[in-house]
């Protein structure tokens, strides 16, 4: 017997029903934010996410599922959603329209990793890029936006945390100030942490390790060293989520795991059980050199990504069983009524109704009992005599009541009760 690969899953039922409510409900609330659908490779160059997400991330040096191709070409899986996306939009010129240019993806995504709850080698991201506005009100957009999605999936133990990591000026000065000072405590960090301290010292805050010592908790702020116009920036972010009442905690020790970003970083924090012990379930931020690394002219953005499949864990927890809705069941008696069953069922499933019937003839006490395994509203019975006079029997699930309805007035008859 054949297995699935380790870190996967396959999805369907229930698990399957509050995906797609996941999603309907992140690409309805994009929509109302004017964002448009970009569907971008699963399968990219390896060299544009070293360049993106950095040499020194977990990423590129842990993570990636690279490969060659029968040239010699080497590419990979992709590992998250934004690299591929700002490709997209300096290979297709995009930037040559009115902007700014608004995106939202969702698809598989891939990392080599250690699977436990809320983390597998294949899972789903949704994410949001707003291009071409370096803007406190398009970074305040974003979360806005991530804040709706989360309040109308009615997901509320959770805590919005912000931070700025400042302008290029900033973070050289405060790179320069981390060198420094963990220079003093080089022998007690890891291997990794000392390949960062040159390139990327902040990485070091973040390190799933290192970043719980003692040491590297006390290490200087970055709220030390902003610039007036990355503190003013800051600031004005803070007072537009304060206009529409969205509570953060601004928290010094956030600085998410890409070298991408500048500016304003943040995150959604789940404080559920679902959440397991990865407890992020969105996260974005700003970057204003991406565009320009990849080729293209010198424009800022501003996004964040979650992952799917932590979503739905918080949305079992939240809305429970999601119930069958089925509008109608069909009863096929006999082989007589098959033809004239079938023909009603297509008609009615072409009509909108969602309609199930039994593919086999069976006894009417046994076709009920499949209608409400179903989740069926109404029966409707087409045996020999209806067939004979152009009627079908109809039954009310819920109270019991039945009656004869003329075939050619069962669509406005099943219409006016399924609204109700």
């Known amino acids: 017997m054949f297995k699935r690969p380790k870190g996967t899953k396959d999805i369907y039922g229930q698990r399957q029903e509050h995906r797609t409510l996941v999603l309907k409900t992140l690409e309805g609330v994009a929509s109302f934010y004017n964002f448009k659908e970009i569907e971008t490779p699963i399968f990219e160059s390896v060299d544009l996410f070293k360049r993106s997400v950095g040499e020194t991330s977990d990423i590129v040096t842990k993570e990636m599922y690279e490969f060659k191709d029968k040239k010699g070409r080497e590419f990979v899986l992709r590992p998250e959603g934004t690299a591929g996306t700002i490709r997209a939009f300096v290979e297709n010129k995009m930037y040559a329209q009115s902007q700014p240019t608004k995106l939202f993806y969702n698809g598989p995504i891939f990392r080599y990793e250690r699977p436990q709850k809320g983390r597998q080698r294949q899972f789903t991201q949704f994410g949001i890029e707003l291009i071409g506005a370096k803007s406190p009100a398009a970074d305040a957009e974003a979360i806005m936006m991530a804040h709706q999605m989360l309040m109308t999936l009615k997901i509320k133990n959770v805590k919005l945390l912000i ?13 320069d100030a981390l060198r420094k000072y963990f220079e003093d405590y080089k022998e007690q960090l890891t291997e990794l942490s ?11 805050l973040d390190d799933k390790i290192d970043g719980e010592k003692d040491f590297v908790k006390n290490a200087p702020k970055i709220s030390e060293f902003y610039t007036n116009e990355s503190k003013e920036y800051f600031e004005k972010v803070k007072k ?17 795991g890409l070298d991408y970003y500048s500016e304003t970083i943040f995150e959604f924090v789940s404080g559920s059980e679902a959440a397991g012990s990865q407890s992020t379930i969105i996260g974005g931020g700003r970057y204003d050199n991406l565009v320009e690394q990849f080729g293209g002219p010198s424009i800022s953005g501003v996004g964040f990504g979650l992952g799917v499949e932590r979503l739905v864990n918080e949305v079992e927890m939240v809305h429970g069983e999601i119930k069958p809705t089925v509008d109608a069941f069909v009863v096929n008696m006999d082989d007589e009524t098959t033809i004239a069953t079938s023909s009603l069922t297509y008609m009615l499933r072409t009509a909108g109704f969602v309609v199930e019937y039994n593919l086999k003839p069976m006894k009417l006490n046994k076709a009920f009992d499949k209608s409400k395994t179903v989740g069926a509203k109404f029966v409707i019975i087409f045996g020999k005599n209806e067939l004979k006079n152009g009627k079908v029997v109809v039954k009310n699930q819920s109270n019991g009541e039945q009656e004869a309805v003329d075939l050619m007035e069962l669509v406005d008859y099943l219409d006016e009760r399924t609204e109700q």
């Open 194 to 204: 000392i390949s960062r301290l040159e390139k990327n010292p902040l990485r070091i």
């Open 163 to 175: 931070n700025s990591i400042g302008d290029a000026n900033t973070r050289n000065n405060y790179s």
């Open 240 to 256: 537009l989520l304060d206009g529409v009442m969205i509570p953060y905690e601004v928290s010094d020790k956030l600085v998410r």
